[in-house]
């Protein structure tokens, strides 16, 4: 493992070390016109690539038929926004001078939510070389570019300094890596007392194995979706100590159902809204302590 790796010598072989992470990082870098995280974007510039919680205003499915499509990519955005929220809602208290970390950061939209809230430096890492350039570019915009920033780095091996990041989340990203070297490298990059937040589909091991419904979602991404109990072993094993545990399936389930009546929807709403409502796949939030 390296730990010398700058952007400036970030080159596709030092980053992506296996054909998946390869595969991966072409799915992003090819994936540009997605009307369904772009037109949401559009709606004040925070690009997510999450997904949504609370309940739906549903006058926004009735009303003048010119101005619906509009309307509800407005409240599908507004449910993308809330669920950024809860998540960092979950890291606790970050003073300016802190320094947090976005592990898989997209196109950048929790991480401007952070520093928005905490005023403090973020650094997003992601392997796709297009997002990189785009959430720059938004940084830019914003007038931010000097305490955002993103960086074309594996989440497996950062190359930041050990014990630098007082905050680390995942949103909707662990299902492309392994959690047990996914949180050796947390464990090295937080200081003591810090805190990591995840936000993830996960599925159940009561109900056993890994569903029809799940097995199509991996497919349609290119992911491995994990199932609950990995989580907390791979954390266990890294000395991060969950402190909240919230299960938001039920209330990420109006979001689909919005999504699937939506101008953007992309045909993976009937496998999450299954999953979801048959009990085979989770969306949680864990939050843990690094000790
Ligand atoms: C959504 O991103 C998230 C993933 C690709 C990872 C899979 C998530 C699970 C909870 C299983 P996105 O916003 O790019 O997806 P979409 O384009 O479908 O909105
Ligand atoms: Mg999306």
Redesign the pocket.
């Given at each position: 493992m390296t730990t010398t790796s700058t952007d400036a010598t970030s080159t596709d072989a030092s980053v992506l070390r296996t054909d998946y992470q390869r595969a991966v990082a072409a799915y992003w870098n090819t994936n540009r016109n997605?009307p369904?995280?772009l037109e949401l974007g559009h709606v004040d510039g925070l690009y997510?690539?999450?997904?949504g919680i609370g309940e739906y205003d549903p006058s926004v499915l009735e009303g003048p038929p010119e101005t619906r499509d509009d309307r509800i990519i407005r409240e599908m955005h507004r449910l993308e926004t809330m669920q950024a929220d809860v998540l960092l809602d979950n890291l606790g208290r970050i003073a300016p001078t802190d320094r947090l970390m976005d592990g898989g950061s997209?196109r950048g939209g929790t991480s401007f939510m952070a520093h928005q809230r905490f005023g403090c430096r973020v650094d997003g890492v992601t392997i796709s070389e297009y997002q990189v350039g785009f959430a720059n570019e938004r940084a830019s915009e914003r007038g931010v570019d000097d305490t955002v920033r993103f960086h074309f780095r594996n989440m497996l091996d950062t190359g930041f300094d050990a014990g630098c990041m007082r905050g680390i989340w995942t949103n909707?990203?662990t299902?492309?890596v392994d959690l047990f070297e996914l949180y050796a490298e947390f464990s090295r990059l937080l200081s003591f007392g810090g805190r990591y937040v995840c936000i993830?589909?996960c599925y159940n091991d009561v109900t056993g194995g890994r569903s029809k419904s799940v097995s199509r979602?991996d497919e349609h991404?290119t992911?491995n979706?994990h199932p609950r109990s990995e989580y907390f072993k791979a954390m266990a094993a890294n000395g991060l100590v969950p402190i909240n545990v919230l299960d938001l399936t039920g209330q990420t389930i109006p979001y689909w159902e919005l999504r699937a009546k939506s101008p953007v929807a992309?045909g993976?709403e009937e496998p999450f809204l299954t999953a979801y409502r048959e009990g085979s796949f989770h969306?949680l939030l864990i939050a843990a302590d690094r000790v």
């Open positions: 997605d369904v995280n997510h690539h999450h997904y997209g909707e990203t299902m492309y993830t589909g979602i991404y992911c979706i992309t993976i969306y």
